[in-house]
């Protein structure tokens, strides 16, 4: 009994503990969000206008070193576009998912704990870890394929205003 009633102590703060980490993961979110904009949007940009460049010099036949640095360039940044995006993909479901299924696989025939076990896995539940840009869009990898579509949609416009001639 007395086991047990250690055990759910350390499950009452283990929850507390998820709850800091949730929002910890909210605020480092909230304080890092302009930085993180600023270098996805520095990235996207960029990326557009190398694979811009690129496809402008294949349709002109220009086969040069400019080219290569182009190409070089342009999947550097989507590369830190994808970087940027999954790994705080993957921290939340390490963290995230595959620690409330561990949890849940782990049920105890003591009441008392599981009762405690099923409050920790709702609040787990209801406070994912899940980092933010500002409290506005989740990083995540949907981030960085919708990050894709935006550059291919911008990407086929400037090719049809560029190239009406």
């Not at 480092?28 to 996207?44: H, K, Q, T």
């Not at 003591?110 to 409050?119: D, H, Q």
């Amino acid at each position: 009994s007395v086991l047990s009633e250690r055990s759910v102590k350390r499950l009452a703060e283990y929850r507390d503990l998820w709850q800091l980490l949730s929002k910890l993961s909210h605020c480092s979110g909230v304080a890092n969000g302009m930085n993180v904009s600023e270098m996805v949007i520095f990235l996207a940009s960029n990326a557009l206008l190398t694979l811009y460049g690129v496809l402008s010099g294949l349709l002109s036949y220009k086969n040069d070193l400019v080219q290569i640095l182009l190409i070089v360039h342009s999947i550097n940044c989507l590369i830190l576009l994808a970087a940027l995006c999954d790994f705080p993909h993957r921290a939340y479901t390490r963290i995230g998912s595959a620690f409330v299924e561990k949890l849940s696989a782990a049920m105890s025939s003591n009441k008392v704990l599981e009762n405690e076990m099923k409050v920790f896995i709702a609040v787990a539940v209801a406070n994912p870890p899940e980092i933010s840009l500002g409290g506005f869009i989740v990083i995540n990898r949907n981030m960085f394929v919708s990050i894709l579509s935006m550059l291919a949609t911008y990407l086929v416009v400037l090719a049809q205003f560029g190239f009406q001639d």
